[in-house]
């Protein structure tokens, strides 16, 4: 989505998600570590990932979680779910993993989120997932909701917890 601004902290960078982000992401979506609680299993080829990000980029405004403004550590995306409701997906490779990235990307996309019309942001989150499950409790989510056999994945029927966080929740 072309206009988006660039969100940064002092470590994190978010610049607009482009195509050619999809071999920095490839090495994210081809992790099995990484995509264990996703929706598929890790991707096998770049074009995959290709297929996959140009998807991304059709559901609403998507950026490239950076430490540095340059290389694709990952990504994060606010899907729009009706008006003045969406969901926030977030993708990040390992070795960026619990460096304060995947917080920053939530926090910086809310704010921007909440100054842009929208009144509540969600999360779908697989129930197992205990990482990503405390990054956006972290965060300011709360849980609404356990949706059982919600996803078939590559893991079989999979239920999900349903987390949200409101504009007025946000300081």
């Not at 996703?38 to 297929?51: C, I, K, V, Y």
């Not at 009706?82 to 993708?91: A, K, Q, T």
């Not at 779908?124 to 205990?130: G, S």
């Not at 849980?143 to 409101?166: N, P």
Request: glycine content about 10%; some cysteine; aromatic content about 8%.
């Amino acid at each position: 989505m072309s206009g988006l601004p660039i969100l940064r902290t002092d470590r994190t960078i978010l610049r607009p998600l482009t195509i050619d982000d999809s071999a920095a992401l490839f090495i994210a979506h081809s992790d099995p570590a990484v995509h264990h609680f996703w929706s598929g299993p890790a991707h096998e080829t770049l074009e995959e990932t290709r297929a996959y990000t140009a998807a991304t980029l059709a559901l609403g405004p998507c950026w490239a979680i950076t430490a540095d403004g340059a290389e694709a550590l990952g990504r994060v995306v606010l899907s729009s779910i009706r008006d003045g409701v969406g969901e926030i997906g977030i993708l990040l490779r390992t070795a960026a993993q619990g460096k304060g990235h995947g917080g920053d990307a939530i926090r910086l996309v809310s704010a921007w989120a909440f100054a842009n019309g929208r009144h509540r942001l969600m999360a779908d989150i697989d129930q197992d997932n205990a990482a990503s499950l405390r990054l956006f409790e972290a965060n300011g989510f709360k849980r609404e909701g356990y949706f059982r056999q919600h996803w078939i994945t590559h893991l079989g029927k999979r239920d999900s917890v349903m987390l949200a966080k409101l504009k007025e929740d946000t300081p």
